[in-house]
């Protein structure tokens, strides 16, 4: 990257330098034929481009006298305008015109003297033009001489001094162009070796972010990105711990029975096969769990939609947690809003909003102690019914659990959804369940489009809400 910005910059500079070194050399040697050769050094340019007018429009050089004779009395002509005399004005000069021959057409002087032109003046002369074709000369007295090797002689020193500023400006933008592709470059060689270092597994790789530029926006990205593997990486790990754990202690009940049944310990007979079945049962669930946990998380988890009476399908449920519950003296109730009762049929998967459900009274009849209380209810926004319009069934259904026990420690509380996360943490896997209950209970839910959450209530106990929009 940092090679590509200074060649780009070399190749912007040295075409610029090689532009301007030609455009300057092509115009400087015209203003200096211009100025030289054409009568600016000794003020007469105007004075030719007037002969030269004449001859182009006339075609010939008879009567040119005239014209010298009336230019040369008109105050101020010459090099500097009416603001600065004329070397015509300064000297009284002398001035005389040949054709492309070299014979004398004019003369300022009288009487006339016809002549033609030495080698000798032509070199002092003022060549004459029509376009590319000589068509005269303009001699002036006293004119300073001016040949074609002085001029290539100061053409070559003006190239040179052309030539010299353009390579000092060249290494100055050198120089500029590596402090910019050093600059420009050094974020990005940084973000390099962190990605290269993310990629070798060191998940703690991050990137000083300067500005609000694209820059700067893609380190804000990498490091966005870098945090998201490290917690996927970490989560990954301690779901692998967290599973081996859980499956580590059911094996080993398994194994510890059927050793003692292979030794004879323990009599082969079905009461001592029960803890086995028992053990295998928890470790079937358990795997189940986790598939409907990974797919769910995975988003392949596919919906039975169906219309389903909700109303019903919650007063199901309970009643089949009631005998449970009050084999443990828990009051489990159910309270449902008038509102519910006409509640439209919703279009969920019934047997996932079982599970949901199951999962959600299995953990209130756990935490709850004997002789307590599950207080649930079933409430729908009371919603008016305008003439003539159906019945507006955009109001969320809530379901709540609130149970009459210890709640929820207000450290737990942002961890009580995790996989494999047991708020009493002295709880065995057989009394507090696999860990993965409520989990899956809140992805089953964001599965449906709605939400699940756990406070405490401010009377005591904790409290479930379940939320789902119809």
Not at 409 to 415: K, N, R, V
Request: glycine share 8%; proline share 6%.
């Amino acid at each position: 990257m940092r090679l590509r910005l200074i060649l780009s910059f070399t190749l912007i500079v040295l075409v610029s330098v090689s532009s301007v070194a030609f455009i300057a050399r092509r115009n400087t040697a015209l203003e200096v034929r211009s100025f030289m050769f054409h009568g600016g050094m000794s003020g007469l340019s105007d004075l030719a481009s007037a002969l030269e007018a004449y001859n182009q429009t006339y075609h010939t050089w008879q009567g040119v006298g005239s014209l010298l004779s009336s230019l040369q009395a008109v105050p101020g002509r010459g090099m500097g305008g009416p603001d600065r005399p004329g070397m015509m004005d300064r000297m009284n000069q002398r001035l005389r015109v040949f054709d492309a021959r070299g014979v004398l057409v004019a003369d300022t002087t009288s009487p006339f003297s016809p002549g033609l032109l030495s080698e000798n003046e032509i070199a002092r002369a003022i060549l004459l033009y029509n376009g590319t074709d000589l068509i005269g000369y303009l001699l002036p007295e006293n004119a300073n001489s001016f040949s074609s090797v002085d001029q290539v002689y100061l053409l070559n020193r003006l190239s040179r001094a052309a030539f010299s500023a353009g390579v000092i400006s060249s290494v100055l933008a050198l120089l500029v162009a590596l402090l910019l592709a050093y600059s420009l470059a050094r974020p990005l060689r940084i973000l390099t070796d962190a990605a290269g270092q993310l990629a070798r597994g060191d998940m703690k790789q991050r990137v000083e972010v300067h500005g609000n530029d694209e820059l700067a926006q893609l380190g804000e990205a990498f490091n966005h990105m870098a945090a998201s593997l490290q917690l996927a990486s970490e989560s990954r790990r301690s779901m692998t711990a967290d599973i081996a754990h859980e499956l580590r202690t059911p094996l080993a009940v398994q194994r510890a029975h059927l050793e003692a049944l292979q030794d004879g310990i323990y009599p082969l007979i079905p009461e001592n096969l029960d803890p086995i079945l028992d053990q295998n049962l928890l470790l079937t669930r358990l795997v189940e769990d986790l598939r409907t946990l990974a797919s769910a998380e995975a988003g392949q988890l596919t919906l039975e939609r169906v219309p389903t009476d909700f109303p019903a399908l919650v007063r199901r449920m309970v009643e089949r947690f009631k005998p449970q519950a009050e084999t443990h003296q828990i009051d489990l109730r159910l309270e449902c809003s008038p509102a519910s009762l006409s509640l439209p049929a919703l279009s969920v998967d019934p047997q996932r909003i079982e599970q949901i459900l199951s999962n959600l009274l299995s953990n209130a009849l756990m935490y709850t102690p004997d002789g307590g209380r599950i207080d649930c209810q079933l409430t729908v926004p009371d919603l008016p019914v305008l003439p003539d319009l159906p019945v507006l069934q955009s109001s969320p259904v809530t379901f709540t659990i609130h149970d009459s026990g210890t709640g929820i420690p207000p450290e737990a509380l942002p961890h009580i959804f995790d996989r494999f996360y047991r708020a009493d943490q002295s709880r065995s896997r057989t009394e507090g369940g696999s860990g993965l209950g409520l989990t899956i209970a809140r992805r089953l839910v964001e599965a449906h489009g709605g939400t699940l959450t756990a406070t405490n209530h401010p009377q005591g106990g904790a409290v479930f809400t379940l939320t789902i929009g119809t």
